[in-house]
């Protein structure tokens, strides 16, 4: 069972960044007319999101968070030990967009430096390596940039996908220290569902060619995209995350042993507005903590937890709070936390 | 069980619950669609405590094969 624990450490701050351009979704109609997309809003519930330029990658939006998140907590940059970058959108395939972001926040040589790559519960799994990390002493403050630009990666030709995904990027600082109490961790993984939510060309298993880049009709639905463009079947996720998110939640709150009305906020993945609906009237929890952000960025996948803290927590979280984080998707890979925080300083989103 | 079974099945896919008969094949509905899938299968969870691998549902084709689901699934 891969349940962890952890004491004295938490996140001491937070901060955003998204890209300055909005998509008006129910005007979003460059491939399918607005009667036909009105019904799939509707039901997803993302009124707007915002898009990445060509020249802004998933490290600009975390660049852009990481530097607000220094300079307004006064951050010594030296302090920082630890830089994990979580994305599915890198910069590069080779060098570790993790790399780049030390040399460009002038961070110090001896920074430990790696990228993480999941999808939607990557924030989970990138704080419990924070945590680890900063728990085996040594480091004293460690740097978390999650980003994605995952408009770069879906088809606006695909109706299934064109209207769901968002940009944007957090940093999050994680410390050590005595204000922090216990937080726990279930994560978890099966890899059998892989085929669910993928982009099966252009890494090494089928490498990028001409073909894999050709648009092709891919349904009898008429829709179109690439074998280098992701595709996701909504109903068997969905199918499997009312499932098995519950059953995960429920296991941690019994290994953590705390009562659900100890938790001040929870906070969900942002997949759509219909599944992250479902899931809180089938754990039965109380809207009014249950902050949410589908609405104006979409799913940003990885981000979208941090993201709709920063968004909806700003000055809500003054003193002691226990938020339960949860997250799911691409792998399938998915997970629960409890994170005390105390304190936990919130910065404005930044545009980029 | 098949009164109720049509009764949340109509409600799901907006539907009025006289269209919908035991052997009628619901993919074929004029209403399913990949969304309101969605709805069947939540429907099905909140509403009678089902939980299904989607190879097992891509298997039923009528709503008399979604009540003999819900019957089997409540015996065992």
Redesign the interface.
Same mark, same amino acid.
């Given at each position: 069972m891969s349940l962890l624990s952890f004491n004295n450490v938490g996140i001491s701050g937070l901060a955003a960044a998204v890209p300055q351009k909005i998509i008006n979704n129910y005007k979003h109609d460059l491939y399918f007319n607005k009667d036909d997309i009105q019904e799939v809003i509707d039901k997803i519930g993302v009124r707007e999101r915002r898009f990445a330029d060509d020249n802004t990658c998933s490290s600009d939006l975390c660049f852009a968070a990481a530097e607000k998140l220094i300079n307004e907590m006064n951050i010594d940059r030296n302090e920082i030990d630890l830089l994990l970058f979580i994305s599915q959108t890198p910069d590069y395939r080779m060098p570790a967009t993790s790399v780049l972001l030390q040399n460009r926040l002038q961070l110090s040589t001896s920074t430990i430096t790696f990228d993480i790559s999941l999808g939607c519960s990557a924030f989970l799994y990138g704080l419990s390596v924070a945590y680890s990390m900063l728990t085996a002493g040594g480091i004293r403050k460690a740097l978390v940039l999650d980003g994605e630009t995952r408009s770069k990666v879906y088809s606006q030709k695909d109706r299934k996908t064109a209207f769901l995904f968002g940009d944007g990027g957090v940093a999050a600082l994680i410390e050590r220290g005595e204000q922090y109490s216990t937080s726990w961790f279930s994560l978890n993984s099966d890899g059998s569902r892989e085929s669910l939510i993928k982009i099966p060309a252009g890494g090494y298993r089928k490498m990028s060619s001409c073909e894999t880049v050709t648009e092709k009709v891919v349904d009898e639905h008429g829709n179109i995209r690439s074998e280098e463009q992701g595709y996701m079947n909504g109903a068997d996720v969905f199918n499997f995350v009312i499932r098995e998110v519950p059953r995960d939640f429920d296991r941690l709150i019994e290994f953590a042993g705390v009562e659900r009305n100890s938790i001040d906020y929870f906070i969900f993945h942002q997949a759509n507005s219909y599944i992250n609906g479902f899931l809180a009237r089938k754990l039965r929890l109380p809207e009014e903590r249950i902050p949410t952000t589908i609405h104006k960025y979409g799913n940003t996948s990885s981000v979208s937890i941090p993201l709709t803290i920063v968004s909806e927590l700003s000055g809500k979280l003054n003193g002691q709070k226990r938020i339960l984080l949860s997250g799911f998707g691409v792998g399938l890979t998915w997970g629960t936390a409890i994170i005390h925080l105390n304190d936990c300083f919130i910065g404005d989103i930044v545009e980029v | 069980m098949e009164e109720k079974l049509i009764e949340a099945l109509a409600e799901a896919l907006e539907m009025d619950r006289s269209t919908i008969k035991p052997d009628g094949v619901f993919r074929d509905y004029e209403n399913y669609s %990949? +969304?309101t899938? +969605?709805s069947v +299968?939540?429907m099905l969870? %909140?509403e009678f405590g089902i939980?299904?691998?989607?190879k097992e549902?891509d298997s039923l084709k009528t709503v008399a094969d979604l009540v003999r689901l819900i019957t089997d699934k409540q015996k065992s």
């Amino acid at each position: 069972m891969s349940l962890l624990s952890f004491n004295n450490v938490g996140i001491s701050g937070l901060a955003a960044a998204v890209p300055q351009k909005i998509i008006n979704n129910y005007k979003h109609d460059l491939y399918f007319n607005k009667d036909d997309i009105q019904e799939v809003i509707d039901k997803i519930g993302v009124r707007e999101r915002r898009f990445a330029d060509d020249n802004t990658c998933s490290s600009d939006l975390c660049f852009a968070a990481a530097e607000k998140l220094i300079n307004e907590m006064n951050i010594d940059r030296n302090e920082i030990d630890l830089l994990l970058f979580i994305s599915q959108t890198p910069d590069y395939r080779m060098p570790a967009t993790s790399v780049l972001l030390q040399n460009r926040l002038q961070l110090s040589t001896s920074t430990i430096t790696f990228d993480i790559s999941l999808g939607c519960s990557a924030f989970l799994y990138g704080l419990s390596v924070a945590y680890s990390m900063l728990t085996a002493g040594g480091i004293r403050k460690a740097l978390v940039l999650d980003g994605e630009t995952r408009s770069k990666v879906y088809s606006q030709k695909d109706r299934k996908t064109a209207f769901l995904f968002g940009d944007g990027g957090v940093a999050a600082l994680i410390e050590r220290g005595e204000q922090y109490s216990t937080s726990w961790f279930s994560l978890n993984s099966d890899g059998s569902r892989e085929s669910l939510i993928k982009i099966p060309a252009g890494g090494y298993r089928k490498m990028s060619s001409c073909e894999t880049v050709t648009e092709k009709v891919v349904d009898e639905h008429g829709n179109i995209r690439s074998e280098e463009q992701g595709y996701m079947n909504g109903a068997d996720v969905f199918n499997f995350v009312i499932r098995e998110v519950p059953r995960d939640f429920d296991r941690l709150i019994e290994f953590a042993g705390v009562e659900r009305n100890s938790i001040d906020y929870f906070i969900f993945h942002q997949a759509n507005s219909y599944i992250n609906g479902f899931l809180a009237r089938k754990l039965r929890l109380p809207e009014e903590r249950i902050p949410t952000t589908i609405h104006k960025y979409g799913n940003t996948s990885s981000v979208s937890i941090p993201l709709t803290i920063v968004s909806e927590l700003s000055g809500k979280l003054n003193g002691q709070k226990r938020i339960l984080l949860s997250g799911f998707g691409v792998g399938l890979t998915w997970g629960t936390a409890i994170i005390h925080l105390n304190d936990c300083f919130i910065g404005d989103i930044v545009e980029v | 069980m098949e009164e109720k079974l049509i009764e949340a099945l109509a409600e799901a896919l907006e539907m009025d619950r006289s269209t919908i008969k035991p052997d009628g094949v619901f993919r074929d509905y004029e209403n399913y669609s %990949s +969304l309101t899938e +969605l709805s069947v +299968l939540a429907m099905l969870d %909140s509403e009678f405590g089902i939980e299904i691998e989607m190879k097992e549902f891509d298997s039923l084709k009528t709503v008399a094969d979604l009540v003999r689901l819900i019957t089997d699934k409540q015996k065992s």
